[in-house]
């Protein structure tokens, strides 16, 4: 049986603009496929979009990981171009002590980042892909 994977915002959460992307990205698929019994019948605003080709093998376990047990805020946005020394968020302590600030280790596209605030000492937290090959 065939099936479609996507990568999305992640943390068992969607978005309601992740839920249009999904919709019409599907369709077009099919359309692409030419699985549409009556492809003029489903509409689709193309509007403009931005193309990149992002490097890396999704290799999830070259993830950088949490120093300390805590709750992760995020301050870059998954599929965020960042540069080495950015922010990408804070682990706080129950308390509210700032725990460990996390900064990109390269520059990259931000393609994972966690998703739920809970995070313990050794869970990944984000992974970038590579600018350039």
Not at 24 to 47: I, Q
Not at 80 to 98: F, H, K, N
């Amino acid at each position: 049986m065939p099936w479609l994977y996507t990568e999305a915002y992640g943390g068992r959460r969607i978005r309601q603009e992740d839920r249009e992307l999904f919709y019409k990205g599907t369709l077009r698929l099919l359309r692409h496929l030419g699985m549409l019994a009556n492809p003029e019948r489903w509409s689709l605003d193309l509007g403009s979009s931005v193309r990149r080709t992002i490097y890396g093998d999704g290799n999830f376990d070259r993830s950088s990981e949490a120093d300390a047990d805590g709750f992760f805020v995020p301050q870059a946005a998954l599929g965020a171009e960042v540069r080495r020394g950015d922010s990408i968020g804070t682990i706080y302590s129950l308390d509210g002590a700032e725990q460990q600030r996390i900064c990109a280790e390269a520059d990259g596209y931000l393609v994972m980042l966690l998703g739920t605030p809970v995070v313990r000492k050794g869970d990944p937290i984000y992974l970038l892909a590579s600018l350039r090959q």
